[in-house]
T-cell receptor, first 114, second 112 residues
């Protein structure tokens, strides 16, 4: 059973471009969480999704950020018109239905905005 | 609002010593508590998960304890090795919400 997969592992964008980060949860997991780790900061929750539904987006910035978890395919975290302050490591986690508070983390995507 | 604090922020000890990392949380209504390890530029590795009904968990040279009433957890590392050098994160999910609240971590450096 492969772990949580994220791609790309490293992403470089210029200011104003779009960044798309992908997360494939573990097999059988239907709950996906996105976290962001800013330099010298702890991990902060962004959004929690189930298939085709956003359950909790209380940690998402109000503008430029969006997330989806379609019926088929990976979860996508999309950042429009990136700014230097978006440079961070973005981690995805997934959990099974019966143990939703036990989350398994992916290796992260490191976004650098030039 | 749950807040998780880890002390110390950084720690350097000689190889072979036993050490304790501390974690405190403000809301005792937790579902479980998890300790992670993060190597520089890498993802998170789950070390130990303690359910709210448990007092401690052990894995090899690692032992984690949980005292919900006082809002504290400790991670004990026995006979430290240079390979233990990493950042150790304490994390708490809430009952009502499924999101995890992380501490800022303790950066551990084991001196050879």
């Amino acid at each position: 059973n492969a772990g949580v997969m994220q791609n790309p592992r490293h992403l470089v964008r210029r200011r104003g471009q779009e960044a798309r980060l992908r997360c494939s949860p573990m097999k059988g997991h239907s709950h996906v969480y996105w976290y962001r780790q800013l330099p010298e900061e702890g991990l902060k929750f962004m959004v929690y999704l189930q298939k085709e539904n956003i359950i909790d987006e209380s940690g998402m910035p109000k503008e430029r950020f969006s997330a989806e978890f379609p019926k088929e395919g990976p979860s996508i975290l999309r950042i429009q018109q990136v700014v230097r302050g978006d440079s961070a490591a973005y981690f995805c986690a997934s959990s099974p239905d019966l143990r939703r508070n036990e989350q398994f983390f992916g290796p992260g995507t490191r976004l650098t905005v030039l | 609002k749950q807040e998780v604090t880890q002390i110390p922020a950084a720690l350097s000890v000689p190889e072979g010593e036993n050490l304790v990392l501390n974690c405190s949380f403000t809301d005792s209504a937790i579902y479980n508590l998890q300790w992670f390890r993060q190597d520089p530029g890498k993802g998170l590795t789950s070390l130990l998960l303690i359910q709210s009904s448990q007092r401690e968990q052990t894995s090899g040279r690692l032992n984690a304890s949980l005292d919900k009433s006082s809002g504290r957890s400790t991670l004990y590392i026995a006979a430290s090795q240079p390979g233990d050098s990493a950042t150790y994160l304490c994390a708490v999910p809430m009952n009502r919400d499924d999101k995890i609240i992380f501490g800022k971590g303790t950066r551990l450096h084991i001196l050879p």
